[in-house]
């Protein structure tokens, strides 16, 4: 039992360091001072980390990236909460269909929705706009959403809601001071994924932006194709050292949310 225990062990970590070397191989060459990707690193240096502060095409497109990311994060917060409470509610015909409906964009491949959204877009006159950008991010993390606010919605007691209900609380009175307050954790949970998402994003970026809508993840992209730097790396410490942030918080978020559920 002990053996299996071991290889088991054993064939988890390596399979993390499998999936973990090529980023510990990169993220060092972040700080070096070389103009060359090579090791040894000759001397450690920020000069990379300051250049995405002082090019204007990186600042610009870190810019980019959170204003689009932080609208993503709105626009599908509230789109995928409301699409979760409307799939909690008992008179839905077909629940799982319209559920199925909701996650089709995460298997759907993204060169296909960016040739829609790109033509769809042109036709609404959002092309090349920060809301054509917005939208689109929105479409594909809208998803992570609806599962982590449903997510949560399942752990609430229904018979707290009609508790409150009974007392002579109107369904608005409810909702905001009983079923949003539960739910709460899960809905901050999916507004971190859509965030990422957003952040993560750069297929349906490259059909629907334009040149000023460059985000962090195009533009490391196109920099990869016409002129490697290091700033990529350094770019990519912080994509990485941003991710897992947003990991720690959405664990923190639902461990908190498991604790508040009733026994």
């Not at 609404?124 to 993390?141: F, K, P, Q, R, T």
């Amino acid at each position: 039992m002990r053996a299996s225990s071991l290889a088991r062990v054993l064939f988890g970590a390596l399979a993390v360091l499998f999936l973990l070397a090529p980023l510990i191989a990169i993220l060092p060459l972040a700080f070096t001072s070389s103009l060359f990707l090579t090791y040894p690193i000759p001397d450690y240096s920020l000069r990379w980390f300051a250049e995405l502060v002082n090019a204007d095409v990186w600042r610009m497109s870190i810019l980019n990236s959170l204003i689009i990311g932080f609208g993503t994060t709105l626009l599908a917060g509230t789109l995928g909460t409301l699409a979760a409470l409307g799939l909690r509610g008992n008179g839905l015909i077909a629940p799982g269909l319209f559920r199925t409906a909701f996650l089709l964009p995460m298997v759907v491949p993204a060169v296909v929705l960016g040739v829609g959204m790109q033509v769809f877009f042109v036709r609404l006159g959002l092309a090349n706009s920060y809301i054509g950008v917005i939208c689109a991010h929105s479409v594909v993390a809208v998803p992570f959403v609806v599962v982590s606010v449903s997510a949560s919605l399942v752990g609430i007691d229904r018979r707290v809601e009609r508790a409150a209900a009974s007392l002579g609380a109107s369904p608005l009175i409810v909702f905001q001071r009983v079923t949003l307050p539960l739910a709460t954790p899960g809905i901050l949970s999916g507004g971190m994924f859509a965030f990422a998402t957003s952040l993560d994003e750069v297929v349906l970026t490259l059909f629907v932006a334009g040149p000023n809508q460059r985000t962090l993840a195009r533009q490391m992209f196109s920099s990869i194709r016409e002129n490697i730097s290091h700033a990529i790396a350094a770019a990519a410490f912080l994509f990485i050292l941003g991710t897992v942030l947003i990991a720690g918080l959405a664990l923190f978020l639902r461990q908190r949310m498991a604790a508040t559920r009733p026994a």
